[in-house]
């Protein structure tokens, strides 16, 4: 088999890979800027529910559900780099989109919640 014929039968499953490959060397990228996020004035926003939160979550981080990040955006600052998180980076994904949508400049996708410890 050719490599094109490959690539045409199994572009989902590549693009897939590439995908949580991406999602992966983001989050550690994020993780590798935290302490100068930090001190930078950065707001730790973990987007999980208040169940999962009062389950586990980092210190100094503040929990915002994300369905309700729409309504609290005047708790979050506008002048300092935000790092937001969930379980696994997904919810925080969407975090990051409408924070940006509602002018935030600094955005950052630490994925996983874990990854603030």
Known sequence: MDIQSF???????????LWFGHKWWNSRRVKAMLPA??????????????????????????????????QRLAEIPRNAPVVVGCASGTRSGMAKVLLKKNGYAQVHNIGAWSRFL
């Open 37 to 70: 996020l930090k001190q930078q004035g950065a707001l730790l926003v973990d987007v999980r529910s208040p169940g999962e939160f009062a389950a586990a979550s980092a210190p100094g981080t503040v929990n915002i559900p994300l369905n309700e990040l729409g």
């Open 7 to 17: 690539v045409s039968q199994n572009w989902p499953l590549l693009l897939l890979a």
